[in-house]
């Protein structure tokens, strides 16, 4: 898909694009807003070191208990600037199937509202297929109605909804990968 004259891809993260992923990762904690994949929180002060962690999650080596080997992406344009990420746990667990789901991925505020969720969900899905999930879980609150939209147009079908002890409502969906 072309975004204002640059094509989008997804890319393993990689020392390569450190100043583009800096200047996301900057831009998004200075918006104060929630960080989604929340991989993204990880901070890249010690870039190397967090480019090892990531491949280390993605190998199910060093992860924290009760946690999944999980694989990252980075939604990167022509121009080599990093516009989102996304994160797609290898299999579900229990509070997985609830709250998580299989893939969650965002993109940086000044990104948003060009297509980007859709296409970066649109490629997560293709990587999540080659990771042998046949069926992947996305979920979203139910206030996110940009997330809906962007889960329906990637063909989402919506499965019962979960209701957090705060009262906040999950909204969840199956997309097939293939």
């Known amino acids: 898909m072309q975004f204002q004259g640059s094509k989008v891809t997804l890319v393993e993260p990689t020392e390569t694009l ?7 990762y900057e831009e998004w904690k200075a918006s104060g807003e929630p960080i989604v994949p929340w991989v993204v929180e990880i901070d890249p002060a010690d870039f190397a070191g967090m480019i090892q962690s990531l491949r280390e999650y993605a190998d199910g080596v060093n992860i924290k208990d009760g946690w999944v080997s999980s694989s990252t ?8 600037r990093v516009v989102g990420a996304v994160n797609i746990r290898h299999r579900l667990t229990e509070t997985l199937i609830r709250t998580g789901g299989h893939i969650g991925y965002g993109v940086v505020p000044s990104e948003r509202r ?6 970066l969900l649109k490629q997560a899905l293709l990587k999540a297929g080659e990771l042998g999930i046949e069926k992947a879980l996305v979920v979203c609150d139910a206030v996110n109605t940009a997330s809906e939209r962007t889960i329906r147009k990637n063909g989402g079908i919506e499965d019962s909804e979960y209701i957090e002890e705060d009262g906040n409502v999950i909204r969840r969906f199956w ?3 293939k």
């Open 175 to 177: 997309i097939e990968t």
């Open 18 to 24: 450190r100043e583009p992923y800096m200047a996301f």
């Open 73 to 80: 992406f980075w939604l990167v344009t022509t121009g080599d």
């Open 114 to 119: 060009q297509g980007y969720a859709s296409e």
